[in-house]
């Protein structure tokens, strides 16, 4: 309605193909998702287990690894850019042999080495993640690699509690039920420049989750849609000033209404002037 996103200003996301998965993947993994149970128990949806796999295939795996594909080309872009958004992916439970919590791809640990591999002066990247959830897939798949400074704040008493990915994380900020917006907006600006203050990567990752809302049914916190604009303002803010590239991918949410609040976050960086859709700089969401 806004007339924000149009032809001009997005780049539609491609299939992540079998050779781009096993960059972090191993074929191991990749084949156990041919049986509709793995993927059912992955996905948490019972009823996909009595499907035969192509349609698995078809109507979950393949939207799922077109989110991977549009995490990938979204770290590429921030690069050139400063900035891009995949409306999408996120996956932040899944590593590059086992997934979980929704989490079927490692997206955003592929974003990561495929801009460590593929793009000169890439060598550093910081993950803020900020999803209710711990987000352990990429902590693990990272946990040894000095390169990767990850910052992850949620809530201490829920899924997936992995105590050994915790050792990952280089600035952990667990929350209790129901924390609310002063709290967690103040937590939010005092760790991003502390994280950052630590170490200047060449790209931030933020993984945005709007499962902080309040109501939702699994993140157990009570944040407001305007704690989560300013969540995300206070973000992008902070890496605008700084001159960091940084890409956002919009991770966990299980109520209908975080899709409008996604979309009036996403209206309120384009309105303050971090993001914008000239046509000097289209093509970033």
Same mark, same amino acid.
């Given at each position: ?32 998702? %041919? ?62 042999? %086992? ?87 103040? %937590? ?41 604009? %300013? ?55």
């Amino acid at each position: 309605d806004e007339k924000l996103i149009t032809d001009d200003t997005i780049v539609t996301a491609k299939e992540a193909r079998e050779d781009d998965l096993l960059v972090v993947h191993t074929r191991r993994y990749l084949s156990k998702l %041919k049986w509709s149970f793995v993927v059912s128990t992955i996905t948490e949806i019972p009823p996909l287990f009595l499907l035969p796999n192509f349609l698995v295939q078809r109507r979950v795996l393949k939207p799922l690894r077109t989110q991977t594909g549009g995490t990938i080309m979204a770290g590429k872009l921030a690069i050139e850019r400063g900035w891009a958004i995949n409306v999408g992916g996120g996956f932040h439970h899944c590593s590059g042999d %086992k997934g979980g919590g929704f989490c079927a791809y490692a997206d955003i640990t592929l974003a990561i080495k495929f801009l460590f591999e593929r793009v000169e002066g890439v060598s550093k990247a910081t993950i803020i993640d900020l999803d209710a959830h711990q987000g352990n897939g990429h902590a693990r798949d990272f946990i040894d690699d000095k390169r990767v400074y990850i910052m992850d704040m949620y809530n201490r008493h829920i899924y997936p509690g992995d105590t050994f990915a915790k050792r990952a994380i280089k600035r952990k900020i667990e929350l209790d039920w129901g924390t609310e917006d002063k709290e967690y907006l103040e %937590k939010v600006e005092t760790h991003v420049k502390g994280a950052l203050n630590e170490v200047t990567p060449d790209v931030i990752i933020y993984n945005a989750g709007t499962d902080i809302l309040d109501g939702d049914p699994l993140g157990g916190l009570s944040i407001s849609p305007q704690g989560i604009i %300013k969540r995300d303002e206070i973000v992008f803010s902070i890496s605008r000033s700084r001159s960091i590239p940084i890409l956002m991918v919009t991770s966990g949410g299980y109520q209908k209404r975080t899709a409008r609040i996604i979309a009036d976050s996403i209206l309120n960086l384009h309105n303050l002037g971090l993001i914008s859709n000239s046509l000097s700089n289209k093509s970033r969401i």
